[in-house]
């Protein structure tokens, strides 16, 4: 049996999601990978309302993504469609590494003490970040300065040897014209 899955979020501006639909061989894996868009500002007490859907239904063997109706994951179609909604919760980069599943089964109320350390912390974070991108644009901008500098060096030598070779055939047909003998007086 041959699946076929589509990924929907309730933001989808926030949220960059490759591949947002793909089928899956029997026996074989897929990974779909969710990026966070930078945001300007840090959402208050770092609570998240974003939810993902993940639908999944059976096609045919061998069927390709751009071979998929459009109605394939449209619940009155008649197929059968398998839903798991997906909430969302942050989670601060030092306790990433501890067991995240435990910081999103935590109740909203349960506010840690050093939660306002967390934001700030992540703010630092963000702001180095923004510095970092900052220096690294200007310093691609000076690259581009110099390489446009580079590739334009006044002028080219082709140009410099072909006034050169004029320059010479000039100055040898001056000198022929000027070192050759006068003409002789006419005979009378």
């Given at each position: 049996?041959t699946?076929?899955?589509?990924v929907?979020?309730?933001?989808?501006?926030?949220?960059?999601?490759?591949?947002?639909?793909?089928?899956?061989?029997?026996?074989?894996?897929?990974?779909?990978?969710?990026?966070?868009?930078?945001?300007?500002?840090?959402?208050?007490d770092m609570?998240c309302?974003?939810?993902?859907?993940?639908?999944?239904?059976?096609?045919?063997?061998?069927?390709?993504?751009?071979?998929?109706?459009?109605?394939?994951?449209?619940?009155?179609?008649?197929?059968?469609?398998?839903?798991?909604?997906?909430?969302?919760?942050?989670?601060?980069?030092?306790?990433?590494?501890?067991?995240?599943?435990?910081?999103?089964?935590?109740?909203?109320?349960?506010?840690?003490?050093d939660?306002?350390?967390?934001?700030q912390?992540?703010?630092d974070?963000?702001?180095?970040?923004?510095r970092?991108?900052l220096?690294?644009?200007?310093?691609?901008?000076?690259?581009?300065?110099?390489?446009?500098?580079?590739?334009?060096?006044?002028?080219?030598?082709?140009?410099?040897?072909?006034?050169?070779?004029?320059?010479?055939?000039?100055?040898?047909?001056?000198?022929?014209?000027?070192?050759?003998?006068?003409?002789?007086?006419?005979m009378?």
């Amino acid at each position: 049996m041959t699946s076929s899955s589509l990924v929907k979020t309730t933001s989808p501006k926030k949220y960059f999601v490759r591949p947002n639909t793909g089928v899956v061989q029997p026996w074989d894996s897929c990974t779909i990978r969710v990026t966070l868009q930078a945001q300007r500002e840090y959402p208050p007490d770092m609570q998240c309302k974003d939810k993902f859907l993940l639908q999944s239904t059976i096609v045919a063997p061998n069927t390709d993504v751009d071979d998929l109706p459009a109605d394939t994951f449209t619940r009155g179609s008649g197929k059968e469609l398998e839903e798991c909604k997906l909430k969302v919760f942050y989670v601060s980069p030092s306790s990433a590494q501890g067991n995240a599943e435990d910081e999103g089964l935590k109740s909203s109320s349960d506010k840690s003490p050093d939660s306002d350390f967390n934001v700030q912390q992540l703010k630092d974070e963000r702001d180095a970040a923004v510095r970092q991108t900052l220096q690294l644009q200007q310093e691609l901008d000076f690259l581009k300065r110099r390489r446009q500098h580079r590739n334009d060096p006044g002028f080219s030598i082709t140009f410099a040897a072909l006034v050169g070779l004029i320059g010479i055939m000039v100055g040898f047909l001056l000198n022929l014209s000027l070192s050759s003998p006068p003409p002789p007086p006419p005979m009378e």
